[in-house]
């Protein structure tokens, strides 16, 4: 039995996946979220308190031959009964104006965007998936893959577009029916793979917001894997701390809304090896026993490698079952 194969049989039965016949589908890095009660208003703004309830992650992307890019991203995923709803916020560059559209047709407007994989069935050969590229001014596409044709095809998904642009930050807010994905549904227990990419003026190319692994677009394990469950807390990585001081300070919050009493463990693993888990170079543990109604933060100081070295730090929250809540992947 391969190296992969004989952990997915290991995950499979911590994670509860029913999906047991794709073990990619499994994979870390994958989230608990519960559903929401009260929708976020779509106007492109992350209010206060707005999205509390989903799940939040913050991206740090590698930036060039090595060191980590400065510019902060956020991002949130959250659903109920009929839609999805997705949020991101990205620092801009001092150049690029957000709040004034091109005076041409051919450039001179901001170049920045989000790029939002969305994987309805995870790693499903049979099954096709989306990308939502997001532009500033309301503007967006999509883009469909076919694992079996290889290539591109039509999938459009009329999207709940706004944006905004306020001190130094550009943010999104978006959402869509459920019905709008091929063969889509929330079903308990089951997962929605979802990549978070962007492109940054100030760092050019196309990034992906760590937390994930998504150094291929088409490598559909690599997506975080979003478990839909109602018994869940709620998961925010809140920050990754200043990460050009030579060290990450994550700071994971975890916001017990179920009735019950949870005791976690997280566990912060640095791995210089991203297939061999085994090689841990440090493991930092953290407890926490939360109350119903209560929160609770985790947090660790992580050196960061080297420039020019890479490794690969492990977030992993377990509740005292062995269920793990979060296994976020985050690229150094």
Not at 60 to 68: E, F, H
Not at 196 to 211: H, K, R, T
Not at 223 to 250: C, E
Request: overall charge neutral; aromatic content about 14%; hydrophobic content about 40%.
């Amino acid at each position: 039995m391969s190296k992969w194969l004989s952990f997915a049989v290991i995950w499979l039965a911590f994670t509860g996946f029913s999906n047991a016949e794709i073990p990619e589908a499994s994979y870390p890095p994958l989230v608990r979220v519960p559903p929401i009660d009260k929708p976020p208003v779509i106007d492109g703004r992350i209010s206060p308190n707005e999205w509390d309830r989903a799940f939040m992650g913050t991206g740090i992307a590698p930036y060039k031959a090595g060191g980590l890019d400065p510019i902060l991203v956020q991002y949130w995923f959250a659903y109920d009964e009929k839609n999805i709803y997705l949020a991101g916020r990205m620092q801009t560059h001092p150049e690029e104006s957000f709040d004034k559209p091109a005076r041409r047709l051919a450039g001179g407007g901001p170049t920045s965007h989000f790029e939002i994989l969305i994987d309805p069935h995870p790693c499903h050969p049979d099954h096709n998936w989306v990308q939502a590229m997001m532009y500033p001014f309301g503007k967006y596409k999509n883009v469909g893959y076919s694992q079996r044709i290889g290539g591109y095809i039509p999938y459009e998904v009329e999207w709940n577009y706004q944006d905004a642009y306020a001190d130094g930050f550009w943010s999104i807010e978006m959402s869509a029916p459920v019905s709008a994905f091929h063969h889509g549904r929330i079903t308990e227990g089951e997962a929605w793979g979802v990549l978070y990419a962007g492109s940054i003026q100030a760092a050019p190319g196309v990034y992906f917001f760590s937390g994930q692994l998504g150094d291929i677009f088409r490598e559909r394990s690599r997506y975080l894997k979003m478990i839909f469950d109602r018994q869940a807390p709620i998961v925010q990585v809140r920050s990754m701390g200043q990460v050009l001081t030579g060290k990450v300070t994550p700071q994971v919050l975890v916001n017990n809304i179920t009735n019950q009493v949870l005791s976690l463990q997280a566990e912060f693993s640095l791995r210089d090896k991203l297939l061999d888990w085994k090689a841990e170079r440090v493991k930092e543990i953290r407890k926490l026993t939360l109350e119903p109604t209560k929160e609770g933060l985790f947090t660790c100081e992580i050196k960061t490698p080297d420039k020019g070295k890479t490794e690969y730090l492990f977030i992993t929250i377990t509740e005292a079952s062995g269920k793990k809540l979060y296994q976020g992947v985050y690229k150094l």
